[in-house]
Structures are given as structure tokens and as C-alpha cells.
């Protein structure tokens, strides 16, 4: 049971760089979520799908993309890396039912500079 | 309305002592609550989650305690073991998404010493 994989583990971006922090899922999951992490302010929501084709904004959505083509992938995008996007990076799923977790993936370590 | 406060940042207790955490919440919509807790290098995984009809659950060593017309809840870890020195989360959700759309607490970065 993989369960949330996420891609890479580490990363380090210059100032302006792209990349996409990969997530895959194998539980058939309609509901995905990208959160940040950073110290002393608990897990923010940057985006999430309810199904494939479907993503909303989060609480701090700005300078991400998603993108949601199957079940499984929800890919999360930076376009113009800054700074204030070194954090750590969540990716979790949701399988509905009454009190059903999230699924957290192990996440991915982003350090900008 | 969205915020979930958390206390206390860090907490250290020796071994088989009680550990404390304590949230509180505004928004009274919020039906669902769960606590996560995160070890280094891991994703937050669920320990324990309560609903409002109740007002204490125990899951072994974990328990919540739930006070509705406070608006607070809090975990308590009896005879703490150093195993339990992780991250602890509480988060709350509203009744119609339950466990998906979570507001999260700042964290507590527990430390029980041996």
C-alpha cells in the first residue's frame, strides 16, 4: 500500500525558477489537497480537487498552479519561485466516509534562494 | 471565523507524565475534530478525532476533552513515553465536508524526555 507518494523529497530552486512538486495516489481518491508547512503556523491549504478536472483556491493559493487530468495526479506547480515559497510541502487525500483522515504523503523540503 | 488557536508551541514532560494541549475555535459551524500527529520526515497522520455529541473520547494512552459552549478542546497523553515526542495538530471541520476541509492548528512540538 504506497498509499501518497510525493516527488522529490528535496529540492533547492534560484530565485525565478519553475518546477512542479509531483503527488500520486493509489486509493482512488476523489478528494486532494496541497497544504504548506512552516514553523509555528501550522498547515495552510493551498489548493484542492474534488475530482478530476476540478481545483479551487485555497487560503494561500498565490504564486501556485494545480491541475487535476486523472484520479490519481494532482501536481502542484510554481512558476516564478520567491523566497517566501521555502516551506515544506504537504500533499494529502481523502476517501469521504463518516470520519475518514486525510492521507498525508511524507512531503517535500523547498528551500528559494 | 476559520481559526483554530493552539497552545501551547512546545511542551516538554518527563516520562509517564501527562501531556496537555490544548485548541480553540470560532467558527461554530465546525463539527468535526480530529488531532494529527507528525513525526520528522513524515506526513501528519490522524490519532484521534472527535464530534460534538460527545464529550471526552479515549483511544488507549489519548484522550480528547470537549467543551462546546467554550468552543475548546484539548488532547491529553497520559503516562507519556518518549516514542510520543512528535508534532501535535488539532484541526477542525465543518459537518458537510467533515474530514476534508480541515483548518489546522499552529502545531506542538511535544518532547517527553526518559
Known amino acids: 500500500n504506497a498509499g501518497v507518494t510525493q516527488t522529490p523529497k528535496f529540492r533547492i530552486l534560484k530565485i525565478g525558477q519553475s518546477m512542479t512538486l509531483q503527488c500520486t495516489q493509489d486509493?482512488?481518491?476523489?478528494?486532494m489537497y496541497w497544504y504548506r508547512q512552516d514553523p509555528g503556523m501550522g498547515l495552510k491549504l493551498i489548493y484542492y480537487?474534488?475530482?478530476?478536472?476540478?481545483?479551487d483556491k485555497g487560503e494561500v493559493p498565490n504564486g501556485y498552479n494545480v491541475s487535476r487530468s486523472t484520479t490519481e495526479d494532482f501536481p502542484l506547480r510554481l512558476e516564478l519561485a520567491a523566497p517566501s515559497q521555502t516551506s515544506v510541502y504537504f500533499c494529502?487525500?481523502?476517501?469521504?466516509?463518516?470520519?475518514?483522515?486525510?492521507?498525508f504523503g511524507n512531503g517535500t523540503r523547498l528551500t528559494v534562494t | 471565523q476559520q481559526q483554530v488557536k493552539q497552545s501551547p508551541q512546545s511542551l516538554i514532560v518527563q516520562k509517564g507524565g501527562i501531556s496537555i494541549i490544548n485548541c480553540a475555535y470560532e467558527?461554530?459551524?465546525?463539527?468535526?475534530f480530529p488531532w494529527y500527529q507528525q513525526f520528522p520526515g513524515k506526513g501528519p497522520a490522524l490519532l484521534i478525532a472527535?464530534?460534538?455529541?460527545?464529550s471526552e473520547k479515549k483511544e488507549g494512552r489519548f484522550t480528547i476533552s470537549f467543551n462546546k459552549s467554550a468552543k475548546q478542546f484539548s488532547l491529553h497523553i497520559m503516562d507519556s513515553q518518549p516514542g510520543d515526542s512528535a508534532t501535535y495538530f488539532c484541526?477542525?471541520?465543518?459537518?458537510?465536508?467533515?474530514?476534508?476541509?480541515?483548518?489546522f492548528g499552529e502545531g506542538t512540538q511535544l518532547t517527553v524526555n526518559p
Open positions: 494529502a487525500s481523502y476517501g469521504q466516509g463518516y470520519n475518514s483522515p486525510l492521507h
Open positions: 486509493m482512488n481518491h476523489n478528494y
Open positions: 480537487s474534488v475530482g478530476a478536472g476540478i481545483t
Open positions: 467558527n461554530t459551524a465546525f463539527d468535526y
Open positions: 472527535i464530534r460534538p455529541d460527545v
Open positions: 484541526a477542525a471541520g465543518p459537518k458537510e465536508t467533515s474530514g476534508s476541509r480541515l483548518t
